[in-house]
């Protein structure tokens, strides 16, 4: 019998089956979850929330949107876990609350009806916070050290965090449990915890942020622990049928010059941490993720990857075809933010290996408008 395979010729090796295959729109296997295709929407704050802490509508439907146009994945913008000290940005949304579950519940069936995963992401913004936007008026971190850059909203400087006493770290880490419950009840196929981009578990990570002397400074280890108490409590209420994802960065988005771990065997460490927990994925955000790190001659994933079995997701200016799968050598699925923020039919041109931009953050700022997405 003929082989019926498109690529397949009677002198070809499994290996070119393989090289020819279009990984990119193949499917991939986390657990019991198959993504469609390799290609995710990126967390995306969108700042649009009102009193009841709920994203305006066409935010929600921008996400269903892209599902619609082909992502495999869909996640939230990041979703404040505390009503007390959390938030760092205007208009954020919360999930704790059964007008919050229901909102959520309407988008999550509708991306799947269109046939993608939806992933709710939560954090604390620690001393990124803004006070005047939490009702408790605080900003909070593993030491009372401020970023060194101004807040670009506020234009002024970001006030002194208070340190952590061992109450706020057990009341912050019941914020992360609140909200993964609220997301379970949502019907989301997985939760992450933003462990990333120098916001408040990021800043336990980094000895540019934590200069604590207790259990939860110190060595990666020690700084690792506050991370370590939220994987497991969060994974308590998060059936072992969805998925538990965590982010990571070495940079962040105040000081972002800032390295924040200081080698690369300070990463490998933290990342072979993260791969003892009862997770499903990392998620890696790079600012190019191309960029070779710390002088390895290795980039991001590929020091990631050495240290863990882990699936894992990329993200950082992937924004067409080559892009993307040269990004696909050393992760599992890409995520996009700007691109698929702004260009609606992304997954198409990347398709087709369409010439398409790399977008600025000045262009990405149309996301903070009342202006609906395209
Ligand atoms: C408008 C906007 C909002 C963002 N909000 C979040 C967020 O809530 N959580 C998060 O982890 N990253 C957030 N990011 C970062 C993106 O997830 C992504 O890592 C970054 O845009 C780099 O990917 P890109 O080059 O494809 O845009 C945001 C990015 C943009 C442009």
């Known amino acids: 019998m003929r082989a019926t395979s498109l690529f397949l010729t009677s002198r070809t090796t499994p290996r070119e089956v393989v090289m020819k295959t279009d990984i990119l729109f193949s499917p991939f296997t986390i657990k019991n979850h198959s993504f469609r295709n390799r290609i995710g929407v990126a967390p995306m704050t969108r700042m649009s929330a009102g009193a009841d802490s709920i994203p305006r509508h066409d935010v929600l439907d921008f996400l269903i949107r892209r599902a619609e146009r082909g992502a495999a994945l869909v996640y939230t913008e990041a979703i404040v876990t505390d009503y007390e000290s959390g938030q760092g940005y ?13 909102a959520w519940f309407a ?11 939806a992933i709710m992401q939560m954090f604390h913004c620690g001393r990124m916070a803004w006070p005047e936007v939490n009702p408790a008026h605080r900003a909070i971190a593993p030491s009372a050290v401020s970023p060194s850059q ?5 234009g002024f400087p970001y006030p002194r965090p208070e340190e952590m006493s061992h109450f706020d770290i057990d009341h912050v880490i019941q914020g992360f449990v609140e909200t993964a419950r609220g997301a379970v009840a949502a019907g989301f196929d997985g939760v992450e ?13 980094s000895s540019y942020s934590n200069k604590r002397h207790d259990e939860y400074g110190g060595s990666v280890e020690n700084r690792f622990s506050f991370a370590r108490e939220i994987i497991r409590a969060v994974r308590r209420v998060v059936p072992g049928d969805r998925l538990l994802l965590f982010r990571v960065s070495n940079w962040g988005v105040a ?3 800032v390295s924040l771990f200081a080698s690369q065997q300070e990463w ?7 791969d003892r927990e009862e ?27 050495a240290v863990t079995s882990l699936p894992l997701l990329i993200c950082g200016q992937i924004h067409d075809r080559a892009t993307a799968e040269a990004a696909l050598k050393n992760a599992d699925l890409i995520l996009s933010g700007k691109s698929l923020l702004l ?17 600025s953050s000045d262009e990405a700022n149309i996301a903070y408008t009342e202006e609906p997405l395209p």
């Open 90 to 102: 205007p208009g954020q949304a919360r999930l704790t609350n059964q007008a919050q579950i229901d």
């Open 107 to 117: 988008v999550v069936q509708a991306i799947h009806a269109h046939g993608a995963k």
């Open 150 to 154: 101004n807040n670009p909203l506020t």
């Open 193 to 205: 915890i933003h462990g990333a981009h120098g916001y408040l578990i990021s800043q336990f990570l």
């Open 255 to 257: 000081d972002r010059e």
């Open 268 to 274: 490998q460490a933290m990342i072979a941490l993260l």
């Open 279 to 305: 997770l499903d994925a990392l998620s890696l955000s790079t600012y190019r993720f191309s960029d070779l790190a710390f002088a390895s001659g290795q980039n991001m994933a590929q020091l990631t990857r």
């Open 343 to 359: 260009n609606p039919n992304w997954v198409e041109g990347v398709r087709d290996g369409k010439v398409m931009p790399l977008y």
